[in-house]
């Protein structure tokens, strides 16, 4: 076991039950943070098509005919998934996505915009297909928020911001008081900060890897519950149906916990170098 | 013979104005045993920090191992202080056993817990703790928190100790106890400098005893 490893082990070993909760309370706010930051990004509504479903790019929704059978809309399905311009197909029924007609449609998800285009050509020559509808990059991208939520979102992400730094100084604080002895025998031992400071960095990166975790469980989630209730989504938070918009979500979200992470470990490492560490100050 | 230790006009202000060291000029020769006695605030401390390169100089030369303590980079002073055994006035070990004390120390500098077991049981052992490495070291009495205290100065092998009043708080029985294990360090090799507010133990009139009074140094011989 290496010496850095030896020495974090250590320092989770001084975390007691009280130290333990403020950390706990540290990843609460983090992940409050990012979901606030992610709110920007999947709360609000699409300013695609009024009265359409919310598409994202590459996406598109095929108006079957009423007078499809059963074994039609089930060829037709086949056919379509089979072509290698398409990602994915799921049939629905237009009132599940609040569409004033009668019949199913597919949502068929190219694999990218140039392959969608092509698709779409090859779709509409197919019998029974009555219309589709696309969006065009900007317009999949843009999610509309009212002013007000948007600037509630934005005193939430720096409360929540700075609580966990707070909260973090706070927690870090107490845990290096019972960790002050070990720190003391370092200093005696000619050790250098470098080699005391990573693993109480590290400490934070890990509250910041939960919260990025915990972020990404979150997101998907919703996700997949806004699938199955796309009605009730759309109006809500749209940008929770597209599934390209959840992963960048994801993705930067989780960066962002990691590097608020970092910065918590950063303020909680220069804790080490107050002359109650000192052996002689 | 060659020198350890080597202060030329050695001064040091407290924070609060007070003159701390006065021109403090002592050499310290390898296979040394010193004792600087003075009274409280008489500057031991300081001078311990200094030279264990746990205080910023501020005027005068500190040559340890020939090199100057003032001039030395970051990374430098590191080194040097681990060449260096320091027990500091009231030290306080860790909440854990006599022996993950020791282990510890050596597993933070990079020893793997074999080798750090190995120099931490002969380290005790030199010190006569082997019969209590499985006790809490915060529940010893002072007596054996002070042989603690040496063996993990001693437990990296360096060549010169720095004890800051070692004796403190100690029966005069237990202080002889003290000096006949410093004495026995020092035949073995250590160069040794501690420092005492009170008389020496009788044991330890043989010693080399230097007065530190109101900051500056009076040699006995």
């Given at each position: ?5 030896f020495?974090?082990?250590n320092?989770?070993?001084?975390i007691?039950r ?8 540290v990843?609460g ?22 009265n359409g ?9 095929v ?9 039609g ?5 086949l056919?379509i ?6 990602k994915t197909i799921n049939?629905?029924?237009?009132q599940?996505?609040g569409l004033?007609?009668a019949g ?6 190219a694999?990218?915009a140039s392959?969608?285009a092509?698709?779409?050509e090859t779709?509409r ?6 219309s ?10 843009n999610?509309?928020l009212s ?5 509630g979102?934005?005193?939430?992400l720096?409360?929540s ?22 720190i003391?025998?370092?200093r005696?031992?000619g ?8 693993p109480v960095?590290?400490l934070?990166?890990?509250?910041g890897?939960?919260a ?7 997101v998907?989630?919703a996700h997949?519950?806004a699938?199955?209730?796309?009605q009730a989504?759309?109006h809500?938070a ?22 608020l992470?970092g ?19 | ?9 050695l ?5 609060d ?9 002592l050499r ?6 010193v ?20 205080i910023?100089?501020q005027?005068?030369?500190i040559l340890?191992?020939?090199?100057n303590?003032?001039r ?5 002073a590191?080194?040097?202080?681990r060449q260096?055994?320091l027990l ?19 597993r933070c500098?990079?020893?793997f817990r ?6 931490a049981l002969?380290?005790?052992d030199?010190?006569?703790l ?9 529940e010893l009495d002072p ?5 603690l205290g040496?063996a993990l ?5 360096p ?9 403190v708080g100690?029966?005069?029985e237990?202080?002889e ?7 026995q360090?020092?035949?073995r090799?250590?160069?040794i ?9 009788r044991?330890?009139s043989s ?8 900051g ?6």
């Amino acid at each position: 076991m290496s010496r850095f490893l030896f020495l974090f082990g250590n320092l989770l070993g001084a975390i007691n039950r009280r130290i333990g909760s403020l950390f706990l309370g540290v990843v609460g706010l983090i992940v409050a943070a990012l979901l606030i930051f992610a709110g920007f990004f999947l709360v609000g509504e699409t300013t695609g098509q009024e009265n359409g479903p919310a598409l994202a790019p590459g996406e598109m929704v095929v108006y079957l005919s009423p007078q499809l059978s059963s074994d039609g809309v089930q060829s037709l399905y086949l056919k379509i998934r089979d072509m290698p311009e398409t990602k994915t197909i799921n049939y629905r029924f237009a009132q599940e996505l609040g569409l004033d007609q009668a019949g199913g449609v597919f949502i068929i998800q190219a694999l990218n915009a140039s392959a969608a285009a092509s698709l779409q050509e090859t779709i509409r020559e197919m019998p029974g297909i009555t219309s589709i509808d696309s969006v065009t990059e900007a317009r999949g991208a843009n999610v509309s928020l009212s002013s007000a939520l948007r600037l509630g979102l934005l005193v939430g992400l720096i409360v929540s911001i700075a609580g966990s730094l707070i909260l973090a100084r706070y927690a870090f604080s107490l845990l290096l008081d019972r960790f002050s002895a070990e720190i003391r025998l370092l200093r005696l031992a000619g050790t250098p900060e470098r080699v005391f400071q990573p693993p109480v960095v590290a400490l934070g990166v890990l509250c910041g890897i939960i919260a990025a975790m915990l972020l990404v469980v979150v997101v998907y989630l919703a996700h997949f519950l806004a699938l199955s209730h796309p009605q009730a989504t759309i109006h809500a938070a749209c940008g929770l149906l597209l599934p390209g918009r959840v992963l960048m979500v994801g993705l930067v979200g989780s960066l962002i916990g990691i590097i608020l992470g970092g910065l918590i470990g950063v303020l909680g490492a220069s804790l080490t170098s107050r002359d109650r560490f000192q052996i002689y100050s | 013979m060659s020198v350890i230790i080597q202060l030329s006009e050695l001064s040091f202000v407290s924070e609060d104005g007070i003159k701390v060291l006065d021109d403090v000029h002592l050499r310290v020769n390898r296979g040394d045993l010193v004792f600087l006695v003075g009274p409280a605030a008489a500057g031991k401390s300081v001078l311990i920090g200094l030279l264990g390169t746990q205080i910023e100089p501020q005027q005068g030369q500190i040559l340890v191992y020939g090199r100057n303590i003032a001039r030395l980079s970051r990374k430098k002073a590191f080194d040097l202080r681990r060449q260096i055994g320091l027990l500091p006035q009231g030290f306080v070990p860790l909440q854990k056993t006599v022996m993950e004390n020791v282990t510890f120390k050596m597993r933070c500098l990079g020893d793997f817990r074999e080798q750090a077991e190995e120099k931490a049981l002969a380290a005790l052992d030199q010190v006569g703790l082997t019969s209590k490495l499985a006790h809490v070291a915060t529940e010893l009495d002072p007596f054996d928190r002070v042989r603690l205290g040496i063996a993990l100065s001693i437990c990296d092998e360096p060549l010169l100790l720095l004890l800051d009043d070692p004796f403190v708080g100690l029966s005069s029985e237990e202080q002889e106890q003290i000096y006949e294990l410093l004495a026995q360090l020092n035949r073995r090799g250590f160069t040794i400098l501690a420092t005492t507010r009170d008389s020496i133990p009788r044991a330890g009139s043989s010693a080399r005893i230097v007065k530190l009074v109101d900051g500056r140094v009076e040699e006995k011989s």
